[in-house]
């Protein structure tokens, strides 16, 4: 029988990933409880006599975004040292590019179902007006999630196996992720304010241009971080 290809690997280790983490449920209730917690926090921090709830919300948003996807990401590989299962995904005859890209696939639905959940919490608690913007707000979140995805992978793999990966993975990564949350708020905001998606194509292009450098470089430097 002739082995996987590229994505038909990747694939199969998403799909085993995505069914793991469906029968325990722990990653996702721990990310999206931190998500209704942290934007229940900034809510009752917030003063709306001095940042309007359009101002506030979009930073509020991806904010929150950031660190509760970032709760899954660890997650992807810890799961698979605990007993030893990376070593059967070193051995098995597949490119593996496709266990960084299955890893990334599974991340990204975790990482988009958190979204799913954080995305309206903060429109209601701040009574903006998601709905009306709710197609380029998904095409957004999609993007900010890919490159999220891409590079927390990409360390959750590089800092697994060391002493304080938990700590080491968010000091690596957040760099990283300024320019993607930069990025996805700016154009939130102009949208909340009422301004046309042709004033936030700029924001989605450099979005768009982020995620297709982050998940090229990470695919091709995945394999030297299985080195080690």
């Given at each position: 029988m002739n082995p996987p290809g590229l994505v038909s690997a990747a694939w199969l280790i998403a799909r085993k990933d995505l069914r793991v983490e469906f029968r325990s449920r722990?990653?996702?209730?721990?990310?999206?409880?931190?998500?209704?917690?942290?934007?229940?926090?900034?809510?009752?921090?917030?003063?709306p006599t001095a940042v309007a709830a359009a101002d506030l919300a979009p930073g509020v948003l991806w904010v929150i975004f950031t660190f509760a996807g970032m709760l899954g990401l660890?997650?992807?590989?810890?799961?698979?040292?605990a007993d030893r299962a990376i070593d059967g995904l070193l051995v098995a005859p597949i490119d593996r590019k496709a266990v960084f890209l299955g890893k990334a696939?599974?991340?990204?639905?975790?990482?988009?179902a958190v979204q799913a959940l954080a995305i309206p919490a903060v429109g209601i608690m701040y009574n903006v007006p998601l709905t009306r913007i709710a197609a380029p707000l998904a095409g957004i979140a999609?993007?900010?999630?890919?490159?999220?995805?891409?590079?927390?992978?990409?360390?959750?793999?590089?800092t697994v196996n060391t002493r304080f990966a938990e700590l080491l993975l968010p000091m690596l990564s957040l760099p990283f992720f300024v320019?993607?949350?930069?990025?996805?708020?700016?154009s939130t905001e102009k949208l909340l304010g009422g301004r046309p998606v042709s004033e936030?194509?700029?924001?989605?292009?450099?979005?768009?241009?982020?995620?297709?450098?982050?998940?090229?470089a990470c695919t091709l430097a995945f394999p030297a971080t299985l080195e080690h």
């Open positions: 722990s990653a996702f209730f721990s990310a999206a409880i931190f998500a209704v917690l942290a934007a229940t926090i900034f809510f009752f921090a917030w003063d660890h997650r992807s590989f810890g799961s698979e040292v696939l599974a991340n990204l639905v975790f990482v988009l999609i993007l900010a999630a890919i490159g999220l995805v891409a590079v927390g992978t990409l360390f959750a793999a590089m320019p993607i949350v930069i990025a996805a708020a700016q936030v194509a700029g924001w989605l292009e450099l979005l768009a241009s982020f995620d297709l450098v982050f998940v090229y």
